[in-house]
């Protein structure tokens, strides 16, 4: 019962901040999804070097200080904080700094004395990759028409998606979905995780008007379907990871819930897969 309430209050606390970071944009948002992004990065690079003898510490920090750059600076680029010439100025010293991280981290690797070279260079790369570039592109949200309550919603579709295919697996589940990977998820609860995604565009649509009214119920409607897929997606990569490196969370930062990147994971990829539905969406619509 105590566990069940520390994960429940954990839950709350993390979804206020979300929505509040969102709705609130501007150096709110920067401060929190930078937050997340070094959080993840740090339990990404922990996790991948502990089976190769762990990462250097000048090399870690420069991971890290390498994320924060691109994080930060996609933010402050797509969302409207400065004025627009120091926003230029500002995104390109962003992008020089973060070139540089790239240069830096491979010479780096010539003066680390770590037992797989390689496997450490690529681990970086990948964290990069794989983590501070999709949050760092989520701010594009904030250059589409009704861009923050996109965002929202994006995230409430993934909360329902992961809700509906935990309530309609548990009850009804019957055929996996990816043994090999995720032995507990089913095709039964991955419709009922698509459903409940869908089903939020309704209530968004009908209930929400004033903050839709760039995008039609059937575009919101496919918007779920992109985000409950990819959601699903996503928590799958990261069960790879956690498979492969033989570890059930990510951390222990969030009591109950396991770690930052445990919570993110779907989020990952469905940054990417939104914004290129949405952005063809008002392109081709």
């Not at 500002?90 to 070279?117: D, K, M, N, W």
């Amino acid at each position: 019962m105590k566990n069940l309430l520390l994960r429940s209050a954990t839950g709350i606390i993390y979804v206020a901040l979300i929505c509040s970071a969102v709705l609130l944009g501007g150096w709110w948002y920067v401060a929190l999804f930078s937050l997340f992004a070094i959080l993840a990065l740090h339990e990404f690079y922990s996790l991948s070097n502990s089976s190769i003898g762990g990462e250097n510490i000048i090399t870690l920090v420069i991971d890290m200080a390498g994320g924060l750059v691109l994080t930060i600076g996609l933010s402050c680029v797509n969302i409207d904080i400065m004025p627009l010439h120091v926003t230029k100025v500002l995104g390109g010293t962003f992008l020089t700094v973060y070139l540089l991280y790239l240069c830096a981290r491979l010479v780096a690797q010539l003066y680390s004395h770590e037992a797989s070279p390689l496997a450490n260079l690529a681990y970086s790369y990948m964290g990069q990759m794989y983590i501070a570039l999709p949050l760092g592109l989520m701010s594009m949200y904030y250059t589409l028409a009704d861009g923050p309550y996109l965002l929202l919603a994006m995230f409430v579709m993934i909360w329902l998606s992961d809700t509906g295919a935990y309530l309609v697996g548990s009850m009804i589940g019957k055929h996996k979905l990816f043994p090999r990977i995720s032995p507990g998820k089913t095709w039964e609860g991955f419709a009922g995780g698509m459903l409940f995604a869908i089903g939020s565009a309704f209530i968004f649509k009908y209930m929400f008007p004033a903050y839709f009214g760039s995008i039609s119920l059937g575009g919101l409607c496919g918007m779920g379907a992109v985000v409950s897929a990819f959601a699903t997606w996503g928590d799958l990569a990261e069960s790879l990871i956690k498979r492969t490196l033989g570890v059930k969370d990510s951390g222990k930062l969030l009591p109950g819930h396991g770690g930052i990147l445990d919570r993110i994971d779907s989020l990952l990829l469905v940054i990417p897969a939104s914004l290129i539905y949405l952005i063809n969406l008002a392109l081709y619509s």
